[in-house]
Structure formats: structure tokens, C-alpha cells
């Protein structure tokens, strides 16, 4: 029994993209030690705590700040807001396996300099394994986008040298950050000019004619779904062993009963290209995904990107063909994105 205990327990931890850094103690002094740059702290994750007073949420917040190598406060620098996935936090931009390669590309040049920002976005605020994802918008748990916008942007804008414009400002989301990146550029293209997404569910309401929500888009069997079933399969892992409901992620946020679908569509990034009236050339987006995502993400960035250009409107799209929606891909997903920011991005300049 004790054995099929642990080998559900590494299951479960291995089944989401970013879980299991958080059974990795991470010492900031000693990651900063190896970088040419440095992580501030705005948590209390080591020791003293200095997390933010949010108004909004009712409480004090985590926020991680990474400043590249040679940061000059006499220069302007580019903003990138990245915004966790689901069952990890502020943690996220900790994983040195990225931020080490990041931090090297930023010394040799082989990438802009930018300021990266990484708030938590979870309602419970604490260091929890399956802590509840906000999907970074204003739900049931809490004002998490108005968190992002009214309070974490402008602190960082007040403390750190950020160049105005909203091209200098980027929002790459992962997983479930993804949806809430996606959203919050949309709405606030004033803010935000670039915007990056892995792995993300850029349209929950999708479905077909036959109402088979695993299967890839085809623009001709493509369908808005029309009915709200929390015991619905949304992800499958290991041949189906281990699978999960969309009421896990969506009941937190949005609730249950009849108007579910309306509140999705609400915040649906599929929804809001036509909301919003998203134009060409309003905002530069790059969407990410792999090919054979466990939750059937790459149906929904296709059909996301088949109604933008059906406006016009140019995406990015790039498939890893073979990788799944698991740590491996948003490792080896997150540099190319970071590079696709740096050629999308105002560089720094003199303040």
C-alpha cells in the first residue's frame, strides 16, 4: 500500500507543468550567487516580510522582481509581468533551470535587457501545494486583475526605471496564466502593447457540433459550447490514469449554475478579440503550445488564432509538436518566448 501511495503521489506531482519546483527548497541568496543579475524579494518566503499591502485583495501579497545584468537606474528598461500557471506561485520565476539561462542570454547580449516581474496569483497567498489558481482575472476569490493593474504595475512603475510606453510592456503568461494574459492585454492595450502566452487556454468555451472537446479544430466542426457540465474531463495524463474535471479549476472562480458559460465568456480571450474590437497592429502576440497538450490547449490556441486572422490580426503561432502540457515543455517553451519579447519590445533607453 505504501508503495502505491508514493507512486500516486509522483503522479500527481508530475501531471502539472510546474508542481514539482515546489518540493525544491530555494535558497534567493544562493540563486542570486549564480546570476549576473539579481531576484528582489517582496515576499516573506525567506525570512523577513516584505510583501506588498494590497487594498484589493485584503492582504499582503508576494512579488518577486528580477533586474538584469548591469541594471543602470539611469536607464528606462522593458517590463515583463509573468503571471504562474496553475499549482505553483511567485515560485515560478524562480526555476534556475530558466532563469539561469535567461539571466545568461540578458549578459551576453543575445537578449534585451528587461525588469521581470512575477506577483502571485493564487487566492489562498500562502506557500500551498494546490494552492487556487485565479486565472488572474476578477473572480469569485478575489480582484486579481484589478490586483495587477491598479496595484502591482504601479508599484513597480514607482520603484524601478520602466520606460511609459505599452510597448515596452509585456505580459507571458504560463498555462493558466496564459488565459489571464491574454485577457488583461486585450482590455488593456493602453498598458499593454506585447503579449505571450504557453500552453494557454485562450478559449474555454470551446467545443464541436458533436460535442467532443478532445478533438483538434477544424473550422468547419468548430463550436462555442452552450452547456456547463463540472464533471467534464478536461486533461488526461498516463493513458488516462490520472485525468482532471474542469470544476476543479473553474468552480473557484467562476462558480456553478446556469450563468457559468456567460462569466467565461466574460474573460474568454476568444470572446474578447471581438469584444474588445481588436484591430491589426493594436497589439503584438505570441501564442505557444505543444502538440499534444494533455488538456487539448493547442484546439483552443488554434481556433484563438483562426478568429484573429479572420480580423486581420497577425499571430504568432508556434506548435512543439511532440512536447505535452508538463514541466519539460514550459522549460524548454519559456526561452523562445523570452526571445520572441526581446525582438517585440522597446530596448532600454536614457531616462
Known amino acids: 500500500m505504501r508503495r502505491l501511495v508514493a507512486a500516486l503521489a509522483l503522479l500527481a506531482a508530475t501531471a502539472s507543468p510546474a508542481r514539482a519546483q515546489l518540493f525544491e527548497p530555494i535558497g534567493l541568496d544562493h540563486l542570486n ?12 518566503n525567506h525570512g523577513a516580510d516584505r510583501r506588498l499591502v494590497s487594498n484589493v485583495l485584503g492582504g499582503p501579497r508576494d512579488l518577486y522582481v528580477y533586474l538584469p ?36 542570454m540578458m549578459d551576453r547580449g543575445e537578449l534585451g535587457p528587461a525588469i521581470i516581474a512575477a506577483p502571485d496569483g493564487t487566492y489562498e497567498g500562502k506557500n500551498r501545494l494546490n494552492a487556487t489558481h485565479s486565472f488572474w482575472i476578477n473572480g469569485l476569490g478575489g480582484r486579481f486583475e484589478d490586483h495587477l493593474i491598479d496595484e502591482v504595475v504601479p508599484f513597480l512603475v514607482r520603484t524601478y526605471p520602466i520606460r511609459p510606453e505599452a510597448r515596452a510592456h509585456a505580459l507571458l503568461g504560463i498555462s493558466a496564466g496564459g488565459y489571464g494574459a491574454m485577457a488583461i492585454a486585450l482590455r488593456h492595450r493602453d498598458l499593454f502593447g506585447v503579449v505571450a502566452t504557453l500552453a494557454g487556454p485562450l478559449n474555454m468555451l470551446y467545443n464541436t457540433c458533436d460535442d467532443r472537446y478532445g478533438d483538434d479544430f477544424d473550422p468547419a466542426t468548430f463550436r462555442e459550447r452552450n452547456q456547463y457540465d463540472p464533471e467534464m474531463v478536461i486533461a488526461r495524463y498516463y493513458h488516462g490514469f490520472l485525468t482532471r474535471r474542469v470544476k476543479r479549476y473553474v468552480g473557484p472562480v467562476y462558480g456553478s449554475g446556469p450563468d457559468v458559460l456567460s462569466r467565461i465568456a466574460h474573460d474568454n480571450p476568444y470572446d474578447l478579440i471581438n469584444r474588445t474590437d481588436l484591430r491589426p497592429g493594436q497589439l503584438e502576440i505570441y501564442v505557444n503550445f505543444p502538440g499534444r497538450d494533455n488538456y487539448n490547449f493547442d484546439a483552443q490556441a488554434r481556433s484563438f488564432a483562426w478568429l484573429a486572422a479572420s480580423r486581420g490580426i497577425a499571430v504568432d503561432l508556434t506548435e512543439n509538436p511532440e512536447a505535452h502540457h508538463d514541466l519539460r515543455y514550459f522549460r524548454a517553451a519559456q526561452i523562445p518566448a523570452y526571445r520572441w519579447l526581446g ?3 522597446l530596448p532600454p533607453a536614457a531616462r
Open 33 to 44: 550567487g549564480k546570476l549576473c543579475g539579481r531576484v528582489v524579494d517582496y515576499t516573506s
Open 69 to 104: 545584468p548591469g541594471y543602470n537606474p539611469a536607464l528606462s528598461y522593458p517590463l515583463i509581468v509573468l503571471l504562474h500557471s496553475a499549482d505553483v506561485d511567485e515560485h515560478g520565476l524562480l526555476d534556475p533551470v530558466v532563469l539561469k539561462q535567461l539571466d545568461r
Open 343 to 345: 525582438t517585440h519590445l
